[in-house]
């Protein structure tokens, strides 16, 4: 037990009487962390969604979505109707884009092929399909998923906190330690 | 006895806690405010245009369509997407929808719609080019978008027509 302890100061670089200090600080982070990254998981499972929470990053769905809206993703089997908002993903695309179905058509075999729009946008998504070569339709393995929910502004601050990551991480860890402190 | 810091914590943990709560109250009470049918009613005017063109059948057609959302605004009601869309079955392959009109209801005093003779804003074009002869149903959807919950997609008011075998 000594000499953990005795490896642990020098490690961290602090005294001996400070360390169950400075101990309890990197707990308190993991918890933080280990309960986000449960919470999140356990979201995309049940959802069954690689993303089940996102973010709104551009104006093509406005004035419905504006950016720093938090839109909810979930996926189900059933075959997608028309005006569903949908999340899509084209290879060779980086980010996901959260547009409206304006058709839906299912061939001989059952595959779905649809189109999507953009509430504020004056075209159809044809475009954004044809990444490398042309495409006319989306298909189903291309789509995330369907947003059922929404709640506005608050994922401004996901976007500002990408630029002040360390503030946020600074209060995290003291919000996370005062519920803590609370409850032991 | 208080610092600073403290006191802008405590505050900014209340806010937080606070607007949560009533985030999920509102939520919660978006799906129950709502139980009104608006009186929607929809007929095909005339089909203006159902022409070949670049080797791809294309409709044009006309509707009137007369309806009220007066009922369905309630306080989380940011606005209503009103689309109608073009339902048809065609033969050896699953139904298909195609929105051919969209219009947003942003408040109140815009939520009656009165439309003689309205002409698509989407080309009825089909997926494997067989509209001719096919039965269609024109169908109005609206989806309710929230200021905060969850999004409620609904239709109502159905009309039938057949496109001609020939053009």
């Known amino acids: 037990m000594e000499a953990i302890s005795e490896l642990l100061s020098k490690l961290l670089k602090v005294e001996r009487e400070d360390l169950p200090k400075k101990l309890r600080t990197y707990i308190r982070i993991g918890i933080a962390i280990s309960v986000t990254v449960f919470i999140w998981n356990t979201l995309r499972v049940i959802m069954d969604c690689d993303g089940p929470v996102v973010v709104v990053l551009s104006e093509s769905m406005e004035p419905g979505f504006y950016r720093g809206d938090i839109l909810f993703v979930r996926n189900n089997k059933d075959p997608l109707k028309a005006g569903e908002i949908i999340v899509f993903k084209v290879k060779h695309q980086e980010i996901p884009i959260v547009h409206r179905v304006i058709s839906t058509n299912i061939d001989s075999s059952g595959q779905e092929y649809i189109l999507t729009k953009g509430d504020n946008n004056l075209v159809d998504d044809r475009s954004l399909y044809s990444v490398i070569k042309p495409q006319l339709w989306l298909r189903r393995e291309e789509i995330e998923g369907t947003v059922y929910g929404y709640i506005p502004f608050v994922g401004m601050f996901t976007i500002l906190f990408s630029y002040f990551i360390f503030i946020f991480l600074i209060y995290f860890d003291y919000y996370f330690g005062y519920f803590l402190r609370r409850i032991s | ?167």
């Open chain 2, 1 to 167: 006895m208080h610092t600073f810091f403290q006191r802008i914590h405590q505050f900014l943990g209340f806010l937080l806690s606070t607007t949560i709560f009533i985030i999920i109250v509102n939520s919660i009470s978006g799906l129950y405010l709502d139980d009104s049918e608006p009186e929607i009613s929809i007929q095909l005017n005339k089909i203006h245009e159902f022409k070949n063109n670049a080797r791809t059948d294309r409709a044009v057609i006309g509707f009137d369509l007369h309806a009220d959302f007066t009922s369905t605004f309630n306080w989380n009601v940011k606005q209503i997407f009103v689309f109608v869309t073009a339902e048809y079955q065609p033969e050896g392959r699953g139904k298909s929808e195609v929105v051919i009109w969209d219009h947003i209801i942003r408040s109140k005093e815009e939520a009656v719609l009165d439309l003689v003779d309205q002409k698509n804003k989407y080309v009825l074009v089909d997926y494997e080019n067989d509209l001719r002869g096919q039965i269609i149903n024109l169908t109005v959807n609206w989806d309710v978008m929230p200021l905060n919950g969850f999004l409620r997609l609904k239709k109502h008011g159905k009309t039938q027509f057949t496109l001609p075998e020939k053009i």
